[in-house]
């Protein structure tokens, strides 16, 4: 396992996030984050395979089908294909708060599970997300972390900076 792999949040990391509550529920409302496709070919470029977790709880309460998921992919890989790279895995807890799963973030279930399919190193990788569960899956599996947010927040990932460019060009300084 010599790869090295970048984990992305989706919601709040990738795109714009829906209110409190609410949930991208159709291809059309995706809207790209400021620097979040730039700094998805940066990373790739800089030689880390790109994967995609996120918790989508609307699935469970009915309110986001599989169909929009998808349709979302499609448009995510169709975005960044000009940047000369892609997404190699999307996984996804689809369980509800109070599911007992391993899956759902904060748990590390996605990315030991994608590490194994995508012969990645987790000690190598990055788990980048916005919220403290990523940051804190992304150590419970093992791997640096990366918050997007204000640099004087509390956090406990290895990085914080505010966009995703911004964090892939500190990520790629790093080396992986």
């Known amino acids: 396992m010599s790869r090295s792999a970048a984990f992305l949040d989706r919601d709040g990391t990738l795109n714009v996030r829906a209110g409190d509550h609410e949930y991208v529920t159709a291809e059309k409302d995706f809207a790209w984050l400021p620097g979040a496709v730039d700094g998805a070919a940066r990373l790739a470029r800089a030689g880390f395979v790109l994967a995609v977790v996120s918790n989508q709880r609307g699935i469970a309460r009915g309110l986001v089908t599989t169909d929009v998921l998808d349709a979302i ?26 599911d007992a799963c391993d899956c759902r973030k904060p748990k590390p279930g996605m990315l030991i599970g994608l590490a194994s ?35 004087g927040a509390h956090s406990h990932a290895d990085l914080v900076a505010p966009t995703l460019g911004v964090l892939s060009g500190l990520i790629a300084e790093t080396g992986s």
Do not use: K
């Open 73 to 98: 992919e499609q448009r995510i890989q169709r975005d960044l294909a000009p940047h000369g790279c892609a997404i190699q895995a999307f996984r996804y807890c689809f369980h509800d708060n109070l």
């Open 117 to 151: 399919v995508l012969d990645v190193d987790l000690a190598q990788s990055w788990m980048i997300g916005d919220s403290e569960s990523d940051v804190e899956a992304g150590i419970a599996a093992g791997c640096r972390t990366a918050r997007i947010g204000d640099r």
